[in-house]
């Protein structure tokens, strides 16, 4: 069974940056959108960006100009390139496929932003 492999997680000071990455195992096919979520502790998890595989992407307000996520087609790998980190972005992120058929989710890599 094909597993998303997350990597790039870490501890940051404010104001810091990490690169988040995201590896399926095997091949998938049928790919809609991928995508990052985060889960803070006490919290709901949510979207922070998602990427079509037209290129086309979205984002929550609150990463708007820190955040940017990219795409490889052809490895069907993710990247989350964050700058500029806060205490508040601290949480587990995780690594979403969307596909036709099901979706596939990461294992959850920790960011922990503090000073």
């Known amino acids: 069974q094909v597993q998303l492999v997350e990597s790039g997680g870490g501890l940051v000071q404010p104001g810091g940056s990490l690169r988040l990455s995201c590896a399926p195992s095997?091949?998938?096919?049928?790919?809609?959108?991928m995508g990052w979520y985060r889960q803070a502790p006490g919290k709901q998890r949510e979207l922070v960006a998602t990427i079509t595989r037209d290129g086309v992407t979205n984002y929550v307000d609150s990463v708007k100009g820190r955040f940017t996520i990219s795409g490889d087609n052809a490895k069907n790998t993710a990247y989350l390139q964050m700058n500029t980190l806060k205490p508040e972005d601290t949480a587990v992120y995780y690594c979403?496929?969307?596909?036709?058929?099901?979706?596939?989710w990461g294992q959850g890599t920790q960011v922990t932003v503090s000073s």
């Open positions: 979403k496929i969307d596909s036709w058929y099901r979706d596939y």
């Open positions: 095997g091949s998938i096919s049928g790919i809609n959108y």
